[in-house]
C-alpha cells in the first residue's frame, strides 16, 4: 500500500503531459489535419518554459507558471508553421510534421548554446512545485493518492479534458470542427469556412502541446535538454488513438500510459513485477497502441477526412 | 515530359538553395558568422582548410562514413514512397538490422570475408521483418503504416536495449562485447587512406543497394507494378496486379535496406552493438534524404552526400564557434520548403506566366 501512495501521485504526474498533448492532437485531427509534429512543439514548449522560468525564478514566485504560459505561447507560434504549409501550401501534412519535428531538435539546442553557451538551458531551481490541496488531502484513501505531492500539471489536464469534451461535443463550434475532419466539403457545403477551423485546431494543438512540454520539463526535469521530451510527443499520438479521439478516453489512455511508465521505476519493489526489466514497461504505450489500432480496423473511429489535402472541388 | 523532369530537379535545388540562406540567416541573427558554417562544410566535404591552407584526407573519410547509413535509410523511404507507403518506420528497421548484426557477429563463427557477409545478410533480413509488419497490417487490415511504423521504431529502440543488457549481455550498460574482426567491415588500409578515420568497406554494400534500388523500380516488370500501386490502388487492381502482395514486399525490401544501415553502422563504424538512450535519427534524416532526391535512387545518392557533408561538418562548425544544431536546421528547413512543393511550383509558373518571353525561352531549350 506504501507503494501505491507513492506511485499513483508519480504515474499521474506522468499521464499529464501525454493528455494535454493528446488533447492537442485532438483538436487537431477533428478538424482533418494529421499533427505528426505534437513532440517538436513539445520541445518547443519545454524549452521556452525552462528559459522564461530560469529568467523569472529570481523576481517571481510563480515564474512556473509564467514559463508554462510561455511554453503555450511559444507551441502556437510554432505550430502556426505546420498550419500554413499544410493548409495553406497543401503540404503533405505527414512530411510538415516530420520537417517540424527535425526543425524543434535543431532550435532549441542551438537557442540554448546561443543563450545559455551549452548545449542544454540552465538550471532553474524548483520549477513547479508540488501541491497538496488543503481539506481534500484528508479525505480517506482517495487524499492521499489524489491531492496530497500532487502535481499541478494533473489538474490543468482534468480541467482541460472536461472543457475540450464540452467543446468538441456540446457546442456549434465542435460540431462544425468535426464536420471539418470527417466531411470537408459538406462542411464547407454549409458555409463552414474549413480553412479557418482548421486553423483554430492547429493552433490549438500549438497550445496544448506547448503546455505539456512546459508541464514536463517542469515537474521531470531540472532543466530542458535534447533529450527530455524523449518521445513523448509519440506517446501522446498513442493516447489520442487508444483513447479514439475522445477527450476522457484521451485522459484513461494518459493514466494508462503514465502508471507503465510509473511502475518502470517501482516494478523492482513490486514482488510479482520485480523480473521483469523496465525496457518492457518502456514499450508498453507503444505496443498496446498497434494492438488497438488491430482492434480498430475497419470501424469508423478516428476523423475520416484527418491527413487529406482539402480539395474543395472534391465530392 | 522534359519540363516535368525540369522541374523535378528544379524544386528540390531551389528548398536547398533556400534552406541554405534561412540558415544563413538564423546565423546573422544570432551573432555568428555565415562564413565559419560554409568553409567548415567545404572542409568536411574535401578535407582542405582554406584558412590554415592544409589538407586531410580524414575528413573526407568521415564525410564517406556520414553517408552511407542515411543513404540506406533514404533509399528505405524512397523505395516505399513509389509504392505510395510513408515509411516513417527506417529508424526502427534500421535499430533492427543493428541487433541482427551484433547477433550473427557475436555468436557466429565464420571465416573473415564470409562472417561479414553473413552480418549484412541477417541485417538486411531482420530489417525486412521488421518492415514487412507495417506492410502486411496496412495490407490486411488497412492500418495506417505511419502511425504503426512510428510505434514499432520505440518497440525496436527497447528491445535492442533489452537485448543490450540481458541476452548479449554488456558490463558497462553501454555496449556488448567487442566483435570478432572477420564480422567486421573495417580495414587498416582503407583507414591509412584516409588518415585514420572510420572509413570501412561498407560503401560496397551501399552503392550495391543503389543501384540495386534503382534496376527493382525502374526496370523490372516488378518494379512497375509497385509504381502503379503508388500511383493508383484501385487502378492498379483492375489491371490485375496484386496489390497487397506489393504492399508488403516494398516494406519489406525499403526495410531491408533500412536494416542493412544498422550492419554497417554497428560493424563498420563500431565493432560493437550499442545500448541506444534514444533515437538516433537515421530514419529521420532519411526523409529528408528521400524528399530531396525526388525518391530517385541516384536522386538519394546525392542528396545523401548533401547532408552526409552537413553532418560531417558539425564538429567543424562548433570548434568554430557555430553551434553545430545550424546543421538540423538547414535540413529541416529544406524538407519544409520542400513540402510546400505545390506553393513553390505555382510560385515558378506564376513568375513564367509573368516573363513569358525570357523564362519561357530558358524553360523550352
Same mark, same amino acid.
Given at each position: ?315 | ?185 573495417? /580495414?587498416?588500409?582503407?583507414? *591509412? &587512406?584516409?588518415? $585514420? ?5 561498407? +560503401?560496397?554494400?551501399? #552503392? @550495391? ?75 529521420? /534524416?532519411?526523409?529528408?534524404? *528521400? &524528399?530531396?532526391? $525526388? ?5 538519394? +545518392?546525392?542528396?545523401? #552526400? @548533401? ?59
Amino acid at each position: 500500500m506504501n507503494i501505491l501512495y507513492s506511485m499513483i501521485p508519480i504515474a499521474l504526474a506522468y499521464s499529464a503531459p501525454l493528455v494535454i498533448a493528446a488533447l492537442g492532437g485532438l483538436f487537431s485531427e477533428r478538424s482533418g489535419i494529421v499533427n505528426i509534429a505534437l513532440e517538436g512543439i513539445m520541445m518547443v514548449g519545454g524549452f521556452t518554459a525552462a528559459s522564461v522560468t530560469v529568467a523569472l525564478e529570481p523576481i517571481s514566485p510563480a515564474a512556473g507558471y509564467w514559463g508554462l504560459l510561455a511554453g503555450l505561447a511559444a507551441g502556437v507560434v510554432f505550430s502556426s508553421l505546420h498550419a500554413f504549409t499544410s493548409i495553406n501550401l497543401k503540404a503533405n501534412q505527414v512530411i510538415s510534421g516530420t520537417a517540424l519535428n527535425i526543425l524543434a531538435g535543431g532550435l532549441t539546442v542551438y537557442l540554448a548554446q546561443i543563450l545559455f553557451h551549452q548545449q542544454r538551458t540552465a538550471a532553474f531551481t524548483s520549477g513547479l512545485v508540488k501541491v497538496s490541496v488543503p481539506g481534500l488531502k484528508s479525505i480517506p484513501l482517495l487524499g492521499p493518492l489524489l491531492f496530497v505531492n500532487a502535481s499541478p500539471p494533473f489538474y490543468i489536464a482534468v480541467v482541460l479534458v472536461a472543457l475540450s469534451w464540452f467543446v468538441v461535443f456540446k457546442t456549434p463550434f465542435g460540431l462544425r470542427l468535426r464536420a471539418c475532419g470527417e466531411h470537408p466539403q459538406a462542411a464547407a457545403s454549409m458555409g463552414i469556412d474549413v480553412l479557418r477551423f482548421r486553423y483554430v485546431g492547429v493552433l490549438l494543438s500549438g497550445a496544448f502541446a506547448g503546455l505539456a512540454g512546459g508541464a514536463l520539463v517542469l515537474t521531470q526535469d531540472i532543466q530542458y535538454t535534447a533529450v527530455s521530451i524523449h518521445g513523448s510527443g509519440f506517446i501522446a499520438m498513442a493516447c489520442l488513438i487508444f483513447g479514439k479521439w475522445n477527450p476522457f478516453g484521451v485522459l484513461g489512455a494518459g493514466i494508462f500510459f503514465g502508471l507503465s511508465q510509473a511502475l518502470s521505476l517501482y516494478a523492482k519493489d513490486i514482488r510479482f513485477l520485480a523480473g521483469i526489466p523496465s525496457e518492457f514497461f518502456y514499450l508498453l504505450p507503444y505496443a498496446l497502441t498497434i494492438l488497438a489500432l488491430l482492434v480498430f480496423a475497419g470501424k469508423a473511429v478516428g476523423p475520416k477526412a484527418a491527413g487529406e489535402i482539402y480539395d474543395a472541388g472534391k465530392r | 515530359m522534359p519540363k516535368h523532369k525540369k522541374q523535378s530537379i528544379l524544386v528540390p535545388i531551389v528548398a536547398i538553395l533556400f534552406g541554405f540562406a534561412l540558415g544563413a540567416v538564423v546565423l546573422v541573427l544570432t551573432g555568428r558568422n555565415p562564413g565559419s558554417m560554409f568553409l567548415a562544410m567545404f572542409q568536411g566535404a574535401t578535407g582542405i582548410n582554406v584558412k590554415a591552407g592544409t589538407f586531410n584526407p580524414r575528413y573526407i573519410g568521415e564525410f564517406v562514413i556520414q553517408s552511407m547509413p542515411i543513404m540506406l535509410s533514404g533509399l528505405s523511404v524512397a523505395f516505399a514512397f513509389r509504392t505510395g507507403l510513408f515509411n516513417i518506420g527506417a529508424e526502427g528497421q534500421l535499430i533492427a538490422g543493428s541487433v541482427a548484426a551484433t547477433a550473427v557477429a557475436l555468436w557466429v563463427q565464420a571465416p573473415p570475408g564470409v562472417h561479414a557477409v553473413l552480418v549484412l545478410l541477417a541485417a538486411a533480413a531482420a530489417g525486412a521483418f521488421w518492415g514487412a509488419i507495417p506492410g502486411w497490417l496496412k495490407a490486411r487490415f488497412n492500418v495506417h503504416e505511419v502511425v504503426i511504423t512510428i510505434m514499432m521504431n520505440y518497440l525496436a529502440l527497447f528491445l535492442n536495449n533489452w537485448m543490450v543488457l540481458y541476452v548479449f549481455g554488456s558490463k558497462d550498460r553501454i555496449k556488448t562485447a567487442l566483435f570478432p574482426a572477420s564480422a567486421l567491415l573495417k /580495414d587498416d588500409a582503407l583507414a *591509412a &587512406l584516409t588518415n $585514420g578515420s572510420r572509413l570501412n568497406w561498407g +560503401f560496397v554494400p551501399v #552503392l @550495391l543497394s543503389v543501384l540495386l534500388s534503382w534496376f527493382i523500380i525502374e526496370k523490372t516488370t516488378f518494379g512497375y507494378s509497385l509504381r502503379a500501386v503508388g500511383f493508383n490502388k484501385e487502378g492498379a487492381r483492375y489491371a490485375g496486379m496484386k496489390v497487397e502482395r506489393n504492399i508488403v514486399l516494398s516494406m519489406a525490401i525499403a526495410g531491408a535496406f533500412a536494416g542493412l544501415a544498422g550492419a554497417v553502422i554497428t560493424t563498420g563504424t563500431f565493432n560493437y552493438g550499442r545500448f541506444l538512450p534514444g533515437a538516433e535519427g537515421y530514419g529521420m /534524416d532519411g526523409i529528408a534524404v *528521400a &524528399l530531396v532526391g $525526388g525518391n530517385a535512387a541516384f536522386g538519394v +545518392f546525392f542528396s545523401a #552526400l @548533401l547532408f552526409g557533408m552537413l553532418k560531417a561538418a558539425q564538429p567543424l562548425m562548433q570548434s568554430q564557434g557555430v553551434p553545430k544544431e545550424i546543421a538540423s536546421i538547414i535540413q529541416a528547413s529544406i524538407v519544409l520548403f520542400i513540402a510546400m512543393r505545390l506553393g513553390i511550383e505555382t510560385l515558378i509558373s506564376r513568375l513564367k506566366r509573368k516573363s513569358p518571353e525570357t523564362l519561357g525561352e530558358e524553360a523550352g531549350t
